[in-house]
């Protein structure tokens, strides 16, 4: 038998390259957990609305279209149609 086809040789490969496999595994779904708790938001640190203060006025912001936004949305508008 050659050294590459030892059994022995080949099963401690095999259980090897496992273990590597479940280590990453186990460090994909740390990051993950990770990242999920850091996305969610604490509901009790959130300040309530309203209350004291005064009001302020909401204003509507206009936006001007350019030239090539605005022969887009024309062209949408025929394909619309």
């Not at 590459?4 to 993950?32: V, Y």
């Not at 030239?67 to 619309?80: C, V």
């Amino acid at each position: 038998m050659s050294k590459k086809n030892n059994l022995a040789k080949r099963k401690r490969q095999h259980e090897f390259e496992l273990r590597r496999e479940k280590l990453e595994q186990e460090k994909k779904d740390k990051k993950l957990q990770a990242k999920k708790n850091k996305m969610k938001v604490d509901g009790s640190d959130r300040k309530k609305k309203g209350g004291s203060g005064f009001q302020v006025g909401k204003k509507k912001v206009k936006t001007k279209l350019t030239a090539l936004s605005k022969a887009k949305a024309a062209q949408a508008m025929e394909l619309d149609k």
